[in-house]
């Protein structure tokens, strides 16, 4: 039986235990950078990453505007309505009547003993933003088994919200994108001006 290895739980400085895994495939954008720690490792990871959150969600044209990034760096990724829409519910803890698209998607993995563990974006092509879904599971049929998935950033992070996954952006798409904090700040400051005449 392989022994287990050594590395850094995400999120923590310490290192921990880390269980058997077995792995679809070697993860490409894995080697975190905490914006409060710095740089450090993580099981399997090579590549440097950022830790991101979600700043704020504001309708832009028919769809939604969602702005990501930390205290260094705002970005932007703008999503159809629906996913925008999912994105603001989750982040507010929105009582729902019925469940959504990815509410029965977060209640299928639960199901089969699995649950986001992470969420990458991990490329930028032609404007056009790319995400890897890092899913664990563990049932009756096997110990444990890390699963990485392509998938659209905007659906990747509404899944990572609804189970309070960490979300990361990889060091080449962090570099490359603009800055859009006093953007943001511009909108978050009108909307607050709005609000206060009314």
């Not at 287990?4 to 080697?31: F, I, N, Y």
């Amino acid at each position: 039986m392989r022994t287990p290895s050594r590395g850094v739980k995400p999120g923590h400085g310490k290192p921990c235990a880390l269980t058997k895994l077995h792995r679809t495939r070697a993860l490409g954008s894995d080697h975190l950078v905490n914006p409060r720690t710095g740089p450090y490792r993580a099981m399997h990871m090579s590549k440097p990453v950022i830790q991101v959150q979600v700043r704020a969600v504001l309708p832009f044209n028919s769809g939604r505007a969602v702005f990501i990034g930390n205290d260094e760096k705002v970005f932007v990724i703008y999503v159809d309505e629906s996913v925008g829409a999912a994105i603001t519910m989750f982040i507010n803890s929105t009582p729902k009547e019925r469940p959504l698209t990815h509410d029965l998607m977060g209640h299928l993995m639960t199901a089969l003993g699995a649950k986001v563990e992470r969420v990458i974006i991990n490329d930028l092509k032609s404007e056009t933003y790319f995400a890897r879904l890092i899913i664990s599971a563990e049932n009756e049929v096997f110990e444990k088994k890390i699963i990485e998935l392509d998938g659209r950033p905007s659906d990747c992070l509404a899944l990572a919200i609804s189970q309070s996954a960490p979300i990361y952006v990889s060091r080449e798409v962090w570099d490359e994108v603009e800055d859009r904090a006093d953007v943001l700040k511009n909108l978050e400051e009108g909307g607050e001006q709005g609000e206060s005449e009314a």
